[in-house]
């Protein structure tokens, strides 16, 4: 599937047919029922947006297959909660961690996918040409963007006090939010590093008349 410039219609369907399977398992006996809202909302959100702008702004097959990932790892997070995944315990026994870092694959993801989500937005709208100053605007975005997110996270903390600890998985970090917005700029700038190329290999045959 990814070595097409955007996947088939069928390709698709069935993509939302699978994520639709594993967001009602995952919604199926969550841990915390209001944590799982607040984890997979983005979902709820990234999902209708994409089947509207389906025909008239169709992304490349890699930008897809990253925000399915992407929503795995989300809806994952939401039905253990970020501390709880069992992924992550694993994780810190292997590594020799203090807490479980599951947590820090949800924020690295949230700065891989929305790098080249918006890499993909400047060069197709040609709103910037490639180059370095795509790199830094793309960067800047996925800061913006976990900055916002860790303000959510904030508000939600004021909001429902002790409540919030699911959502916030600080697990007594006092650098969580420090942390977090440095794996989401790790995961940006690798993404960058790694699948640029490719990415405008794909976007230059989306973009052939």
Not at 97 to 124: S, T, W
Request: glycine share 8%; charged share 15%.
């Amino acid at each position: 599937m990814t070595h097409t410039a955007t996947p088939s219609p069928r390709a698709l369907l069935a993509a939302l047919i699978l994520l639709t399977l594993l967001l009602a398992w995952s919604g199926w006996q969550p841990y915390d029922r209001a944590t799982w809202l607040m984890e997979v909302a983005p979902i709820f959100v990234v999902v209708p947006l994409l089947l509207a702008t389906r025909q008239r702004f169709p992304l490349s097959t890699l930008l897809y297959v990253g925000i399915f990932v992407h929503a795995v790892v989300l809806m994952v997070g939401g039905a253990y909660t970020y501390a709880r995944v069992p992924l992550g315990f694993d994780m810190q026994q292997w590594l020799g961690l203090q807490r479980n870092p599951y947590d820090k694959i949800g924020h690295f993801m949230q700065g891989f996918v929305p790098a080249l989500a918006v890499r993909e937005i400047l060069l197709r709208g040609g709103h910037v040409l490639a180059g370095r100053m795509l790199a830094f605007l793309s960067l800047c975005v996925v800061l913006a963007i976990s900055a916002c997110y860790e303000l959510i996270e904030w508000g939600a903390a004021v909001a429902l006090g002790q409540g919030a600890d699911e959502f916030l998985g600080t697990q007594g970090d006092p650098w969580d939010t420090q942390s977090d917005m440095l794996f989401a700029l790790i995961g940006g700038s690798c993404a960058l590093l790694t699948l640029a190329r490719w990415q405008d290999r794909q976007i230059a045959r989306l973009m052939r008349p």
